[in-house]
Antibody, heavy 122, light 110 residues
Framework: QVQLQESGPGLVKPSQTLSLTCTVS??????????WSWIRQPAGKGLEWIGR???????NYNPSLKSRVNVSVDTSKNQFALKLSSVTAADTAVYYC??????????????WGQGTLVTVSS | QSVVTQPPSASGTPGQRVTISCSGS????????VNWYQQLPRTAPKLLIY???QRPSGVPDRFSGSKSGTSASLAISGLQSEDEADYYC???????????FGGGTKLTVL
């Protein structure tokens, strides 16, 4: 059973860079045709997709965040990471990592991490 | 503001059937399959319906999905108290090259 676990600082100062890691267990991050995504949810609000990476390093980002986001993969550690620069209070949210399974006729987030709260405050 | 629109709330009594709509555009829900996620309070979202109308194993057949044109719907029949949750639709947007989520619908079981 694949499991994903987010980790990283729970508090980040304004203007600094938010860095999170998602560790994948129960399977190799390199096996299969998957994308590895980050999704966030401010308190009391909806889900916002941030970006994704494939094991080849190919990335896609939410246009509204693209200038500040970097998603990368480290196959040797079975992890992928999120960096979000120049954060403000508006970036305070629960951050989820998720695995996207894609086929020729569908794509879906089948596995999610439990989420980690990141607060941006001085 | 989401590019995919859902009603913010829905409600029903136990045993009733409720539907939740999801309206997008030709670049997302019109061109690509729609998925539905259920988020119980204080938990991560869970896949409920994929590819418009497919249920993952373990999801009760009380939950069903459909899509027509640029709109999709989630139907829950035989409503139960444990169905009280937030429901999100999602689709890939070919113009944005990004996943887009609906704003979410909070379902209350009265």
């Amino acid at each position: 059973q694949v499991q994903l676990q987010e980790s990283g600082p729970g508090l980040v100062k304004p203007s600094q860079t938010l860095s999170l890691t998602c560790t994948v267990s129960g399977g190799s991050i390199s096996s299969g045709s998957y994308y590895w995504s980050w999704i966030r949810q401010p308190a009391g609000k909806g889900l916002e997709w941030i970006g994704r990476v494939s094991i080849t390093g190919s990335t896609n980002y939410n246009p509204s965040l693209k200038s500040r986001v970097n998603v990368s993969v480290d196959t040797s550690k079975n992890q992928f990471a999120l960096k979000l620069s120049s954060v403000t209070a508006a970036d305070t949210a629960v951050y989820y990592c998720a695995r996207e399974t894609s086929s020729s006729w569908y794509a879906v987030f089948g596995y999610w991490g439990q989420g980690t709260l990141v607060t941006v405050s001085s | 503001q989401s590019v995919v629109t859902q009603p913010p709330s829905a409600s029903g009594t136990p045993g009733q059937r409720v539907t939740i709509s999801c309206s997008g555009s030709t670049s997302n829900t019109g061109r690509n399959t729609v998925n539905w996620y259920q988020q119980l309070p204080r938990t991560a979202p869970k896949l409920l319906i994929y590819s418009n109308d497919q249920r993952p194993s373990g999801v009760p057949d009380r939950f069903s999905g459909s899509k027509s044109g640029t709109s999709a719907s989630l139907a829950i029949s035989g409503l139960q108290s444990e169905d009280e949750a937030d429901y999100y639709c999602a689709a890939w947007d070919d113009s944005l090259n990004a996943w887009v989520f609906g704003g979410g619908t909070k379902l209350t079981v009265l």
